[in-house]
């Protein structure tokens, strides 16, 4: 069974840093492509941020570029993003999500159920 | 950036009745690179539709998707009470993805 679980997630200042973590089982991780998508108070999806499976290709949006890294460990099952420099908008419950079909960047088949940041002062 | 807009933002349903929502594109999305999700309170998304109209694995045959292009649609025939969330799309042919806003489909 797929199950993915996110971690790290907590109050933090603006200007602030956290590193989600997100746990990988039940699949070859190193096969897939992975996607950090959040989702703010009452508010529709967004996609953060792509890593393919070897970490060659790595994406971004807009919002985040210089702020935030993806990265992955496939040793040991896990999935990272490093949030630095946090802004009251990134406040949101982020998850971690598996690429399907092989893609590098692309939909998400199997998710977990979150973890939330919180940037307040 | 593709903008995906949906429509209605809302759908009031009674249970058996058919559900269709609405999703265009503000430029063609390549590939028909389109899927639908399904999120429920409290819950994570979850992948009904992949390819504008593949059902993903353990999909309901209820769950059908349709379109091309710029225009895209999600229909459900036949509303189960387990239905009633709200439905995403996203399209993933060109960076950024995007999703839309969303369509809540409610009890009526």
């Known amino acids: 069974e797929v199950q993915l679980v996110e971690s790290g997630g907590g109050l933090v200042k603006p200007g602030g840093s956290l590193r989600l973590s997100c746990a990988a089982s039940?699949?070859?991780?190193?096969?897939?492509?992975m996607n950090w998508v959040r989702q703010a108070p009452g508010e529709g999806l967004e996609w953060v941020s792509s890593i393919s499976g070897g970490s060659r290709y790595l994406y971004y949006t807009d919002s985040v570029k210089g702020r935030f890294t993806i990265s992955r460990d496939n040793a040991k099952s896990s999935v990272y993003l490093q949030m630095n420099s946090l802004r009251a908008e990134d406040t949101a419950v982020y998850y971690c999500a598996r690429i399907f079909g092989g893609f590098d960047h692309s939909g998400s088949d199997y998710w977990g159920q979150g973890t939330l940041v919180t940037v307040s002062s | 950036e593709i903008v995906l807009t949906q429509s209605p933002g809302t759908l009031s349903l009674s249970p058996g009745e058919r559900a269709t929502l609405s999703c265009r594109a503000g430029?063609?999305?390549?590939?028909?690179?389109l899927a639908w999700y399904q999120q429920k309170p409290g819950q994570a998304p979850r992948l009904l539709i992949y390819?504008?109209?593949i059902r993903a694995t353990g999909i309901p045959d209820r769950f059908s998707g349709s379109g091309s292009g710029t225009d895209f649609t999600l229909t459900i025939s036949r509303l189960e009470p387990e239905d009633f969330a709200v439905y995403y799309c996203?399209?993933?042919?060109?960076?950024?993805?995007?999703f839309g806003g969303g369509t809540k489909v409610e009890i009526k």
């Open positions: 996203q399209q993933y042919g060109s960076s950024p993805l995007t």
């Open positions: 390819g504008a109209s």
């Open positions: 430029q063609s999305v390549s590939r028909d690179s």
């Open positions: 039940g699949f070859t991780l190193s096969s897939y492509g």
